[in-house]
């Protein structure tokens, strides 16, 4: 079945520091991913809509200069968490829809924790 | 607005059955997903839910009402790997658009 792959898996970097998320779709071609943040015991909350070849439309109240998101190909979306303070430390999780696919479900990623010390 | 209702919490025994309700307000609907995200994991997909009725997947089935905004999710023959989150989303418009995301059910299977 499709797979989405998201590097690393955790992540643990100084206050100020700036942190590069992966997010692949490893056997199909998805031309939208997804970008959610997790807290502990909460649902999860989109920051943005990454687009291939065009700009992320970001929710309301997320930072588009704070988390950068890129969609270069079509098979890989990174998120750029710049200037990371202890605040945004959390879950970020991607997630793809295979075109075509029977019911349009989301296909997720691993998930990537992010620690700022 | 968006408005997606589920019970916080829920505690089972081992082998019972159980009934995860959710209700939702959108402005549109065009499909009712049920996920599953153990602890620490991302979530993965359980049911599909876009006609009135039933939908049944071995163990799980679920159910949608359109007209009452409501779906439920049941678990039969419960195993302690069935304690996860329970997630209630709804892709409020068009195939390939974002989802709305319930604030998920946590469920306890006890032995």
């Known amino acids: 079945g499709a797979v989405v792959s998201q590097h690393p898996s955790w992540v643990i970097c100084k206050s100020g520091t700036s942190v590069k998320i992966e997010c692949r779709s490893l056997d199909f071609q998805a031309t939208t991913m997804f970008w959610y943040r997790q807290f502990p015991k909460q649902s999860l909350m989109l920051m943005a809509t990454s687009n291939e070849g065009s700009k992320a439309t970001y929710e309301q109240g997320v930072e588009k200069d704070k988390f950068l998101i890129n969609h270069a190909s079509l098979t890989l979306s990174t998120l750029t968490v710049t200037s990371a303070h202890p605040e945004d430390s959390s879950f970020y999780i991607c997630?793809?829809?295979?075109?075509?696919?029977?019911?349009?479900?989301?296909?997720f990623g691993e998930g990537s924790r992010l620690t700022v010390l | 607005g968006q408005n997606i209702d589920q019970p916080t919490e829920m505690t089972a025994t081992e082998g019972a059955i159980v009934q995860i309700n959710c209700t939702y307000q959108?402005?549109?609907?065009?499909?009712l997903f049920w996920y599953q995200q153990h602890a620490g994991e991302a979530p993965t997909f359980l049911s599909y839910n876009v006609l009135d009725g039933l939908e049944e997947k071995g163990r799980f089935s679920s159910f949608l009402s359109r007209s009452k905004g409501y779906s439920y999710l049941l678990l039969k023959e419960l195993q302690m790997k069935d304690s996860a989150s329970y997630l209630c989303a709804v892709r409020p418009s068009g195939y390939g658009q974002n989802f709305v995301f319930g604030p998920g059910t946590r469920l306890s299977v006890l032995p």
């Open positions: 959108t402005s549109g609907f065009n499909g």
């Open positions: 997630s793809a829809i295979l075109a075509g696919g029977p019911d349009g479900e989301l296909f």
